[in-house]
């Protein structure tokens, strides 16, 4: 069930590449973390457009689907200073922001940052820390900067969080509500590993010799530049058209229990933009916003009917099935 | 709902708006202390809103209930059950409902009412300014319903405003098909018009005075048009109306059987032999009347009138009779035998009703009128010897003549000498009957206004006129104007001209201060022939012009022709509007681009490669190139090209757009080649 067959859009992924300078990298990169994550080159890739598009990257799976694995690997490919923290339901907020403790031989507070402070932050279990400290951590998300003691920190940039979490064992979990959830730009899902990338894995040692392997393949500079060229990305009036169309699709009908937020919108945007700049183009195509639509919409959907959330990628493929191109 | 909904601003302005438009015309019909109650009821509403006054408590609302059934009972008593009290009731229980809406559905309540009472004032008036009107007030009242739905934030009126007009707007082709084509049913109920919507025009009853009372009225009487569009002079444009045969020495009346005109049946003499009494030669003058409502059964026609349409009655002195009170504006077509003669013979017993006179009095005109008599030859020499008499004595045509006394022909004819039309008739008919001539006095109108934009005639209330018929052995019922004699003017050209110069003379119509002045009297013909052809072709309209639409759209009308022709409508509206909630302008706003590019899909069906809906055109490509090799170079040129052309904004606004798309063009036609069966064959040969 969470592991949807993503057949359609791994389709997508190795198709319409233009080559050029970004596709390059990005191909160069997508090879490198698929040394430690095998078979997934999808999901490598929209997680990298996650990044590139400075959003956060929500991923829920299974334990040992290799959550952990993707964010190292990515930090180590693109070079990024990278901390893990472990949540439990008794961390606190200054567990994570940073505390200032009295240093006696200076006689003064000195700030001793939380693991918040890095590039890119793994955050294992989101759902199993109290409410309290979820807001903490998604302010931190939100605004990129941190107040503690009323000084107020700027974290470092680039600032990624990638957030983790367990969609089975829902005692003593703090679902992330809509409202939060609206926060990160996709929800991704590993899923399995297919037959011939599994067998390669049981014939490696351990995965985590091959993450400790990954080269650099991107400067911060460049991860940068992807970042302000994907904002230079051309919409066309029928592309942006078609977003319309799909926005209004989920929004005043029964079946949707709420519809997408502008926010939403935005973040469709944004994440085809990017797509398509990594696919090597200057402007956007269908089929960009078909490949991120699933990712970024489906943890934003819910069927009226649903309970727990997890309607969203039936009806995300409705918005795909349902809603023309070109009308 | 929720007990605290809070009427957006913007929505209750247009809801008052509303409510305020639909009372004004009723103000004019309803007793004013509804229309006090109504001002009460709209302030309270307002002062709600600003929250200075709250909700009326129950015991308010109980009292407002037992008061309105006191009103309605006490009503019912003094003008009875009918349309006015009806329209009051309605009209009070809508204000009172106005201080009551509390929630959105009360507000609804209220609109819809605001429809229905729109509707009463078509049963009073269907004009073309009621028309008018009451098409704003739908647009103002679609207007609040908009800004009801609105959010409360929105203050943009004139979008309001404007989106209602495109809602009414496009309910008019509808409206038209629905007025020419649904069936007119005839109402299972009628509403009994009230006595206070007294009659007008022109009465039963003639007593000096009553004439130059209506004269005074500026109103319209009816409007006719001639067939061919004859003109007939003024002097013989005579509107027969009724003839009043019984003096009783003061009042004229009409002989009648029953005291009330109940039904025509009741006073017009049906079954009357007709042949032999009217000499039918020669071409008679067709026309028709549009008459406005008297509350009187009676119509107008010319001399020796003959009913067209179905449904008038003719009495045995030649004046017609609707079934029924003229309650509602009618239209009828008729022809008159304008010179023929009437009446071969007169039968001693009308002979001696038309020569009866009161026992005593006018001594002193009895006596002139036998000398008179004396001194001429025949009937016909002494008639004119007292038109003469008329016309070179210092008799005066005035619309305030001195008030009579006992002897009334006496004192007229010798002291004051001057009267209106109706003295004189009077003295006339009196002078006659005196030497034992058959005479009678026919009241109708006399003249008429010609309208040059649209080429038929007015007559207003103020042509209202009296004139006599005298009997002439071989000559029949001959009429004589004895006021044509006094006042040739009146005759000639018409009441205005001849009583311009009098007071009181249409002293409180819009007419007297506008009409000498040419633009406006242009204006008042202009809009007179709008609302001539409007009631000529839109409140005339009936079962009858429907049949013969009919009939000439589908030939003979059957009643399975009808119900087939009624679904089909039915069918034909519901499909359209279930069109446009479907596919809102879809293919309107397409551009070429996009639809060279779905010619393609169309193409492409044709092997079973139709795009699926929601597929990119670069995964259509690509699942197009899978199934069928041979088409990838031209697919693969073509979906690049279309690509440009609509998704890379630097190419689709280049002027080179037009020859790209004549490209695309030319490789969808090349698409279409490859497809085709043909080549499929030419590449096994």
Not at chain 1, 27 to 55: M, P, W
Not at chain 2, 160 to 177: E, F, S
Not at chain 2, 351 to 378: C, H, K, M, Q, Y
Request: glycine letters at 6%; hydrophobic letters at 45%.
């Amino acid at each position: 069930m969470f592991s949807v067959n993503l057949d359609k859009e791994s389709k997508t992924a190795l198709t319409h590449v233009v080559e050029n300078k970004f596709s390059h990298q990005v191909q160069v990169t997508v090879n490198e973390v698929s040394k430690a994550l095998l078979g997934k080159d999808h999901q490598i890739r929209l997680a990298l457009c996650c990044l590139f598009s400075g959003g956060h990257l929500l991923i829920e799976d299974l334990p040992g689907m290799g959550k952990t694995t993707l964010s190292y690997a990515l930090a180590k490919a693109l070079h990024l200073k990278y901390n893990r923290i472990q949540f439990t339901s008794d961390l606190l907020p200054a567990d994570i922001l940073g505390i200032s403790i009295f240093d006696q031989k200076s006689s003064e507070f000195n700030f001793h940052p939380g693991p918040i402070f890095s590039q890119l932050v793994l955050a294992d279990e989101i759902n199993r820390i109290t409410p309290k400290t979820q807001s903490a951590l998604l302010e931190a998300m939100e605004e990129r900067q941190v107040t503690v003691e009323g000084e107020t920190r700027e974290l470092p940039e680039p600032f990624f969080v990638i957030a983790t979490q367990n969609p089975v064992s829902l005692a003593g979990t703090y679902p992330l509500p809509e409202s939060q959830l609206d926060r990160f730009l996709m929800r991704l899902r590993i899923g399995y590993p297919d037959q011939r990338a599994e067998r390669e894995l049981f014939e490696m040692n351990t995965e985590r010799d091959k993450v400790e392997g990954i080269k650099q393949c991107l400067s911060t500079e460049e991860v940068a530049e992807f970042r302000r060229q994907s904002a230079e990305v051309k919409a066309s009036e029928s592309l942006l058209d078609y977003v319309q169309r799909l926005i209004n699709f989920t929004r005043g009908k029964d079946e949707f229990h709420f519809g997408l937020s502008p926010r939403g919108s935005l973040s469709i945007m944004r994440a085809a933009k990017t797509w398509a700049l990594m696919c090597g183009r200057n402007h956007v195509v269908p089929e960009d916003v078909q490949t991120i639509l699933p990712p970024v919409v489906e943890h934003r959907l819910r069927a009226s009917t649903d309970e727990d959330g997890h309607t969203g990628a039936s009806l995300v493929q409705r918005l795909l099935n349902e809603v023309d191109v070109i009308e | 709902m929720d007990i605290n909904y809070q009427i957006p601003r913007s929505a209750l302005v247009w809801v008052l708006a509303s409510v305020v438009m639909v009372i004004i015309p009723q103000t004019f019909r309803m007793p004013y202390w509804v229309t006090v109650i109504a001002v009460v009821c709209i302030i309270w509403r307002i002062l709600i809103f600003t929250g200075k006054l709250s909700y009326p408590g129950r015991k308010v609302r109980v009292a407002a209930v037992i008061f309105t059934l006191l009103v309605s009972a006490t009503q019912m008593r003094s003008i009875g059950l009918g349309l006015d009290s009806a329209a009051s009731l309605l009209a009070l229980g809508f204000v009172f409902k106005l201080i009551e809406m509390q929630h959105k559905r009360d507000i609804y309540v209220v609109l819809s009412l605001c429809f229905v009472m729109s509707m009463v004032s078509f049963l009073y008036s269907q004009g073309v300014v009621t028309s008018a009107y009451i098409a704003i007030v739908i647009v103002v009242i679609v207007s609040a319903m908009i800004a009801l739905n609105k959010s409360p934030l929105s203050i943009d009126g004139r979008g309001t405003a404007r989106l209602a007009m495109k809602i009414t707007l496009q309910a008019v082709p509808l409206t038209i098909v629905l007025f020419l084509l649904f069936p007119r049913i005839a109402p299972l109920w009628a509403v009994p018009t009230q006595n206070s919507a007294a009659g007008t025009g022109v009465s039963d009853e003639m007593s000096p005075g009553d004439i130059s009372r209506l004269v005074r009225n500026g109103g319209l009487a009816f409007r006719v048009q001639f067939e061919d569009s004859v003109t007939l002079p003024n002097e013989l444009l005579y509107w027969r109306g009724l003839v009043l045969d019984d003096f009783d020495g003061d009042t004229w009346r009409r002989t009648r059987s029953t005291s009330a005109y109940g039904n025509a049946a009741a006073f017009a003499n049906f079954r009357f032999n007709w042949d032999g009494r009217m000499d039918t030669n020669g071409m008679p003058f067709r026309y028709n009347v549009i008459m406005e409502p008297t509350q009187q059964p009676w119509l107008y026609g010319l001399h020796l009138a003959e009913p067209v349409s179905d449904g008038i009655f003719r009495s045995r002195n030649f004046e017609m009779f609707n079934n029924g009170l003229v309650t509602q504006r009618i239209s009828y077509d008729i022809q008159s035998y304008i010179n023929n003669q009437t009446d071969i013979l007169l039968t001693s017993s009308p002979r001696r009703n038309n020569i009866e006179l009161p026992d005593e009095g006018n001594e002193e005109s009895l006596r002139f009128a036998r000398e008179l008599r004396a001194s001429v030859d025949s009937d016909r020499d002494y008639a004119m010897a007292l038109l003469n008499y008329f016309a070179t004595n210092e008799y005066y045509y005035t619309l305030n003549p001195a008030l009579l006394g006992e002897n009334r022909v006496d004192e007229f004819l010798f002291n004051t000498m001057e009267g209106f039309c109706e003295h004189y008739a009077s003295a006339f008919a009196f002078l006659m009957r005196a030497v034992g001539i058959p005479a009678r006095v026919v009241v109708g109108y006399q003249g008429a206004e010609t309208n040059p934009y649209e080429d038929y005639m007015i007559v207003y209330q103020y042509n209202a006129h009296a004139w006599n018929e005298v009997w002439l052995d071989g000559e029949g019922w001959v009429r004589f104007d004895p006021t044509g004699a006094v006042s040739p003017v009146r005759i000639l050209e018409g009441a205005e001209a001849a009583l311009r110069e009098d007071p009181g003379f249409l002293d409180e119509s819009l007419l007297a201060t506008f009409g000498s002045v040419g633009f406006f009297n242009m204006l008042r013909l202009r809009f007179d022939a709008l609302e001539y052809e409007w009631n000529r072709r839109v409140v005339n309209y009936d079962e009858e012009i429907q049949f013969d639409l009919f009939q000439e759209l589908f030939g003979e009308v059957t009643e399975s022709k009808v119900l087939i022709f009624l679904i089909t409508m039915v069918g034909i509206v519901i499909v359209a509007v279930g069109i446009t909630i479907i596919r809102v302008d879809s293919s309107s706003r397409r551009d070429p681009v996009v639809k060279l590019y779905l010619s393609v899909s169309k193409e492409l069906e044709k092997v079973g490669l139709a795009r699926k809906r929601g597929e990119g055109p670069l995964d259509y490509r690509d699942r197009v190139i899978a199934e069928r090799p041979e088409l990838a170079e031209i697919m693969n040129e073509l979906t690049a090209l279309y690509m440009q052309l609509s998704y890379e904004p630097e190419v689709s606004s280049t002027p080179q757009q037009h020859s790209r798309l004549k490209e695309l063009k030319a490789m969808i036609s090349q698409l279409r080649y490859k497809v085709s069966p043909l080549a499929k064959i030419g590449r096994t040969a």
